[in-house]
């Protein structure tokens, strides 16, 4: 996907909105393997597909859409792709899937100084006190734990809400809609934070290509993945 | 408008079940062929197709053998769960004051089928598509708006079905309880802000199946009065923060570079 037709393609658009990839000639390393990026997309554009069709469903302003049940039949459809794509993956590479949710669970000393300091440097980009950071930084982490515990909530509420109606009672059918409710609230107002921070930041300009190509610079890796940097250059 | 209402009175049903059949042959519904159960009350429970059906209890009272009905469809009420859970707006009050709704509206979500504090309205097939629409009694608005009466009361032999002005069949059906005299109850006049299907019974509601204090379910008001103003303000502020945090973190950046 790199090839140089395409890039030249897609240069003005993309690297106006999302900030420009490292130049051609600066050293790469890998940060996201292709199979890692394309689970990451499908879900994305999963997510988007159940977000527009579950809010048809949970403001009834704009529940117009929802009227003869094709955009419930798509949120059925975009959640079997989310759910199923990502056991797909586990099952194709276990290893890996089990390294990268242990990252989300990996915390240390540096972790909390992360949290100290981010304030700062996310308003004021000051640097300074950063501590080092392996793969997944603390802020990557927090996502991580979210997106594990509130992808957990609406797939153990929506399972409950589709196949479960009629043998639930019917006050545990309507707190689980309560629930995915909830869920829906956080999760939007965090997808917000993640698409933001992986972005738009003005510190984090040209970031999005990582998850796009695969690839960062290594000045990038160096200075926001301290630790990651160092085990890779040992090998 | 003044409110439209349906009377049944308990005391003067027979069970012909005249009205089951009414209700399907002017809504076109299906009739299904079933099994005895030892019962004349058949079917066996509402369904997609069934919008009405007599309920037939045996009570004993003193040695005695009473045997009562009820009628079990929609009630109608005034502040109707369905409806506020409702979430494309298919079930809506219409102005005669009934719970009408628009089956083209209708996402066979389902939600008002558990939040109904009376059991009543049915989903259709499709639990894995999701596309199940609901059914339940209409009211028969097409025969009503030409001054009609609906179908359910224009068959009953013996009037225990009545059609009129809400208050009007509320003075009636007062009167009627206070000549009945000892346990007879009105029901329906005050329960969820009035119900526009009133019952005179013999009894207490409980003897007919109906429950003394129905509510709209906490949990269905929570949602909808307190999760969506409140979705809003969050998702709201999510984006207005990230909107200044992006206004201030590019100016400091900016000028700390143009430093260097």
């Not at chain 1, 933001?196 to 984090?204: D, Q, R, V």
């Not at chain 2, 719970?99 to 389902?110: E, H, I, L, P, R």
């Not at chain 2, 339940?136 to 030409?146: A, G």
Request: glycine share 10%; proline share 5%.
């Amino acid at each position: 996907m790199t090839t140089a037709k395409g890039k030249a393609k897609s240069t003005p658009i993309s690297y106006a909105l999302f900030g420009a990839p490292p130049a051609p000639g600066e050293e790469q390393i890998e940060r996201y393997s292709r199979p890692v990026r394309i689970l990451h997309w499908v879900n994305a554009v999963a997510w988007i597909v159940l977000f527009i069709t579950g809010f048809f469903f949970f403001v009834p302003q704009f529940g117009a859409p929802a009227a003869g049940g094709v955009s419930g039949l798509l949120h059925r459809i975009a959640a079997v792709l989310m759910v199923g794509w990502a056991v797909l993956y586990f099952f194709g590479s276990p290893k890996a899937a089990l390294r990268g949710i242990g990252e989300a669970f990996k915390w240390g000393a540096d972790d909390l100084k992360w949290l100290q300091a981010a304030p700062a440097y996310y308003m004021l980009g000051e640097e300074e006190k950063m501590p080092p950071q392996d793969h997944m930084n603390t802020g990557q982490k927090l996502w991580w734990l979210f997106v594990i515990g509130a992808g957990s909530l609406m797939i153990i509420t929506g399972a409950l809400m589709w196949f479960f109606k009629g043998i639930i009672s019917a006050d545990a059918f309507m707190w689980s809609a309560f629930f995915h409710d909830v869920g829906f609230i956080a999760l939007l107002s965090f997808a917000l934070l993640h698409v933001y921070l992986s972005a738009f930041h003005p510190k984090m300009r040209g970031v999005f290509w990582s998850m796009w190509r695969g690839t960062v610079s290594a000045r990038y890796a160096e200075s926001h993945h301290k630790k990651w940097y160092d085990k890779i250059k040992k090998g | 408008m003044a409110d439209k209402a349906i009377l049944y009175d308990a005391t003067k049903c027979m069970a012909c079940r005249g009205c089951q059949v009414a209700c399907k042959q002017w809504n076109e519904l299906k009739a299904v062929v079933t099994t005895n159960r030892g019962t004349y009350e058949n079917p066996p429970d509402l369904s997609w197709d069934t919008w009405i059906k007599m309920e037939f209890r045996e009570v004993g009272n003193n040695g005695n053998l009473r045997w009562i009905f009820t009628r079990r469809a929609c009630m109608h009420c005034t502040d109707a769960a369905c409806v506020t859970v409702c979430p494309t707006g298919a079930l809506y009050y219409h102005d005669l004051g009934f719970v009408a709704y628009d089956k083209g509206k209708c996402s066979g979500c389902g939600y008002c089928v558990e939040a109904c504090p009376f059991d009543v309205p049915r989903s259709g097939t499709g639990a894995i598509t999701g596309i199940r629409t609901m059914n339940k009694c209409t009211f028969c608005p097409d025969r009503i708006s030409n001054d009609l009466e609906p179908a359910c009361v224009k068959t009953c032999p013996p009037g225990a079905l009545e059609y009129g002005d809400r208050d009007e069949l509320l003075a009636k059906a007062n009167a009627r309880v206070a000549e009945l005299g000892g346990n007879a109850t009105l029901y329906g006049q005050n329960e969820l802000g009035g119900l526009h299907v009133l019952y005179v019974l013999d009894d207490t509601p409980a003897v007919y199946g109906l429950p003394a204090d129905p509510q709209v379910p906490a949990v269905a008001t929570a949602w909808q009065d307190v999760l969506q103003p409140l979705g809003w303000g969050v998702a709201g502020l999510a984006a207005m923060g990230l909107g200044l945090n992006y206004v201030i973190a590019r100016r400091k950046i900016k000028i700390e570079s143009e430093g260097k």
